[in-house]
């Protein structure tokens, strides 16, 4: 049996065996795979070791697909995606930046997220002014990414910009209700950090009705 139908078989028996943990919509999106087989082999695997979680693994086997497919830009935001849930943010914005040099000016909504993601690991990094800045790119390019005014409310939060903060995470809100009852605590926190104590218990009160779990 040649080496591509072993990777093959491995590929499948660990998509067979099922998947723990959750995953982010983010790293799984469709998208055109890699054009050779090899490489789109290690890219199932690489998915299957991210959907369990396993992100050493995951990234290990993105690299090798990307060794053979080095221009396929999916690969290298997966990578950084993967260093970004193992706390190694100067190696997740190293990917990132490969990824966006390979996406194409028509993949809006693949830059604006990456943009996007850039800007959250500056919030892990304590650098909100840069945070601003990638996000400010990012809603430039796609206005209707929830993601990206999730990570300006951080960032002006932390700014401790309460209003700027309060009127991002109601856009959030505005675009995806989804996010409500998260989004109405954090405005709930705002409030409550800019002296509206009664106004942020309101909203903390409703976030909760909503199934928000302090």
Not at 205 to 212: D, Q, R, T
Request: glycine fraction near 6%.
């Amino acid at each position: 049996m040649n080496r591509r139908k072993i990777l093959v078989l491995i590929a499948t028996q660990l998509l067979f065996w099922g998947c723990g943990g959750s995953k982010p919509v983010e790293p799984q999106e469709k998208t055109a795979e890699p054009q050779s087989d090899l490489a789109e082999t290690y890219f199932r695997i690489a998915d299957v070791y991210f959907e369990k979680q396993n992100y050493s693994q995951a990234i290990e086997f993105y690299e090798k697909a990307a060794e053979l497919q080095p221009h396929f830009a999916k690969t290298y935001q997966n990578i950084g995606v993967a260093y970004r849930y193992i706390h190694d943010y100067n190696q997740a914005l190293e990917y990132y930046e490969k990824a966006i040099k390979l996406t194409s000016g028509d993949s809006i909504r693949s830059l604006a997220q990456l943009y996007s993601n850039i800007g959250e690991i500056y919030i892990q990094k304590q650098d909100y002014d840069k945070t601003i800045e990638y996000c400010k790119r990012a809603i430039e390019l796609d206005p209707y990414y929830t993601g990206t005014y999730l990570n300006m409310g951080v960032a002006y939060r932390s700014k401790q910009n309460y209003n700027l903060a309060i009127e991002f995470y109601k856009k959030v809100i505005e675009l995806d209700s989804r996010y409500a009852a998260d989004t109405y605590y954090y405005i709930g926190e705002a409030l409550i950090k800019k002296g509206d104590k009664d106004k942020g218990l309101q909203y903390k009160n409703k976030a909760i009705e909503l199934g928000y779990e302090p």
